[in-house]
């Protein structure tokens, strides 16, 4: 019994095997088609893409500028503003620098595409709007003189335009500010700059900085001296440099005169227009 039932299991056994043999075998056999697998979506589909946001995908778009060139030239395009909205018109300077008035006076913004102003009384970047009143002509020559200096030497900082005229002009003494020298607490105001024809130019600095000078050591001479060969070009009257700068130009324009060494001062002649 025990026997007759080992048998038949190691039969079943045997047959098992017999079958299992006989599957794999008849799959070997078989010439049909082969079976089709089930399609995988990667083969057959392209994955749909993921959501990326607007400003990921300009980042690393190939034609996407870096963000320093764009923020430059936005700054730009913000400066152009700033000059495009300067009101123009004919201005008439009454009297003398130093003891006159302005009619009809153009204000210069306080930074434009190659200038910055720099305020001479509280010493720092960017001079006030009441300080920056001038005739038409000489924002003009300022804003031109300012441009060719940029063209001709690039990488040069922009020029630094200290105080003008107040607005319609008049005394700009020490009650509207006592002006600096050379970051010193100073004594004195303006004796001129009475009626928008004289204007302060601070040097450019070796260090490139958007500063006055703090010193003769930090000044650019040649940056300084094509300032002063420009303004003479452009019909000034006179330039006043300071006697330690070593700045030169035709006699009777270009003058040394006693605190300048830390800007240059371009008058214009009362009759040219
Ligand atoms: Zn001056």
Redesign the pocket.
């Given at each position: 019994m025990t026997l007759l039932r080992g048998a038949l299991a190691a039969l079943a056994i045997l047959a098992t095997g017999l079958a299992g043999i006989m599957f794999v075998t008849s799959g070997r056999a078989d010439s049909g088609p082969e079976p089709q697998l089930p399609a995988i979506a990667y083969t057959t589909t392209t994955p749909a893409p993921s959501p990326v946001p607007s400003a990921a995908r300009k980042r690393s778009s190939p034609t996407a500028k870096p963000s320093a060139a764009l923020a430059a030239e936005r700054r730009r395009a913000k400066l152009r503003r700033l000059e495009s909205m300067i009101r123009w018109r004919t201005s008439t300077a009454h009297g003398t620098p130093n003891a006159g008035s302005l009619s009809g006076g153009v204000r210069l913004p306080r930074e434009g595409v190659h200038f910055f102003t720099w305020d001479p009384v509280l010493w720092k970047r960017l001079n006030r709007s009441a300080r920056l009143h001038t005739t038409d002509r000489l924002a003009r020559l300022i804003l031109r003189v300012a441009r060719e200096h940029a063209r001709e030497h690039p990488g040069a900082p922009r020029i630094a335009v200290?105080?003008l005229s107040r607005k319609g002009g008049g005394s700009f003494d020490a009650s509207h500010g006592v002006l600096g020298e050379f970051g010193g607490p100073g004594t004195l105001g303006?004796v001129?700059?009475q009626n928008g024809l004289?204007?302060?130019i601070y040097y450019p600095r070796r260090d490139r900085l958007e500063r006055a000078p703090g010193s003769l050591r930090q000044i650019d001479r040649k940056l300084a001296q094509d300032l002063v060969d420009r303004f003479v070009a452009a019909g000034a009257q006179f330039v006043?440099v300071g006697p330690g700068t070593g700045l030169t130009g035709p006699a009777g324009i270009v003058q040394p005169t006693p605190r300048?060494d830390d800007?240059l001062?371009?008058?214009l002649a009362p009759s040219a227009r």
């Open positions: 200290g105080d303006h001129s700059h004289d204007a302060d006043f300048h800007h001062h371009v008058r």
